[in-house]
C-alpha cells in the first residue's frame, strides 16, 4: 500500500498560452503554476486583460495551452482527446460565469437536472439532487420558474446550483456575482463560498472585488503571464 497523499484536485504546470492578433502575437500565459488543495478556495484578482478568464477556460480543460500542462485529480489532460477531456469537464468540474449562461426556455429545476442528465443520472435522481440544490440556495416555489422570470440573483444561485449538480471535486468561477448590485453580490457571495466549503469543493475564483477576495484562502494574481501571490 502507498502512504502516497492523492493528487491535488487541479495542478498547472508552466502553462502557456498566445492569442494570435492583427497587431501580432499576444503572448496572455507565458508559464503560470497553480496547484489548488483539496478544498482550498482560492481568489484570483487581476486588472482586465491580464487573462483571468483565459486561466480559467485552460484549467477548465475547454481550450488547450499552447505549452505546459493541466492535471485534473492527478491526470495529464493534455494528451487526452477532447471527448476524454469532455468526460473529466462534466464529472470533475463545475463553472460559474458572470452571465448566468442558463438556458432561457427551460426551468430552474430543469437547468439543474439536465446537467445531471448529462451525466448519466436517472431522471427521478436528477430532479431529485436538483430540487435539494436549488432549496438549498433558498429557490423553494422557484423551480418552475423560468430564468426570464427570475431576479438577478435568483438567476446566479441557480446557475450555482447547476455547476453544483454532479458534485464536482472542482468550482471554476469568473466574476460571480459581477453583474449583481453590492447587497445582492454579497449574500449570493457568501452562500457560493458556504456551499463550496460545506463540499470540500476546491475553486478558483475570478473577482475585482477585494472584500469577496478577502473572505477566501488565499489570493493570487497574474503578472507577466504567471500567477503569483498577491
Ligand atoms: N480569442 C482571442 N483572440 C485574441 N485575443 C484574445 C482572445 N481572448 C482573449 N484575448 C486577449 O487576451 C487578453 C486576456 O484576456 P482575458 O479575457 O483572459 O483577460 P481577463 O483578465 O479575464 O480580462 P477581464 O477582467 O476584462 O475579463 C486580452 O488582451 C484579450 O483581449
Known amino acids: ?19 494570435r492578433t492583427e497587431a501580432g502575437d499576444l503572448p496572455v500565459l507565458t508559464a503560470a503554476d497553480l496547484t489548488l488543495q483539496a478544498g482550498e478556495i482560492v481568489a484570483l484578482v487581476a486588472p482586465s486583460g491580464t487573462g483571468k478568464s483565459t486561466l480559467l477556460h485552460l484549467a477548465g480543460l475547454l481550450e488547450r495551452p499552447d505549452a505546459g500542462e493541466v492535471h485534473v485529480a492527478g491526470r495529464a489532460a493534455g494528451t487526452l482527446s477532447d471527448d ?8 470533475t468540474i463545475g463553472f460559474v460565469y458572470q452571465f448566468h449562461h442558463l438556458l432561457p426556455e ?10 445531471r442528465l448529462a451525466a448519466g443520472a436517472p ?3 436528477a430532479k431529485a439532487r436538483a430540487r435539494e440544490l436549488l432549496a438549498s440556495f433558498g429557490l423553494n416555489g422557484r423551480e418552475s420558474h423560468r430564468p426570464g422570470q427570475l431576479s438577478g440573483g435568483e438567476q446566479q444561485r441557480v446557475a450555482i446550483a ?4 454532479n ?16 447587497a445582492t453580490s454579497d449574500r449570493v457571495f457568501s452562500e457560493l463560498l458556504d456551499a463550496v466549503r460545506n463540499r470540500g469543493v476546491a475553486a478558483l475564483i475570478a473577482t475585482h472585488n477585494p472584500s ?18 498577491a
Open 162 to 165: 447547476r455547476a453544483l449538480a
Open 123 to 125: 431522471r427521478s435522481v
Open 212 to 229: 469577496l477576495a478577502a473572505r477566501m484562502d488565499r489570493v493570487v494574481t497574474l503578472s507577466e503571464g504567471r500567477v503569483v501571490a
Open 106 to 115: 427551460f426551468t430552474a429545476e430543469e437547468n439543474v437536472l439536465l446537467a
Open 1 to 19: 500500500m502507498s502512504d502516497a497523499s492523492p493528487p491535488p484536485p487541479l495542478r498547472l504546470e508552466g502553462v502557456a498560452r498566445h492569442y
Open 84 to 91: 476524454a477531456r469532455t468526460a473529466i469537464r462534466r464529472d
Open 167 to 182: 458534485e464536482p471535486r472542482i468550482l471554476l468561477a469568473d466574476e460571480p456575482t459581477g453583474n449583481l448590485d453590492v
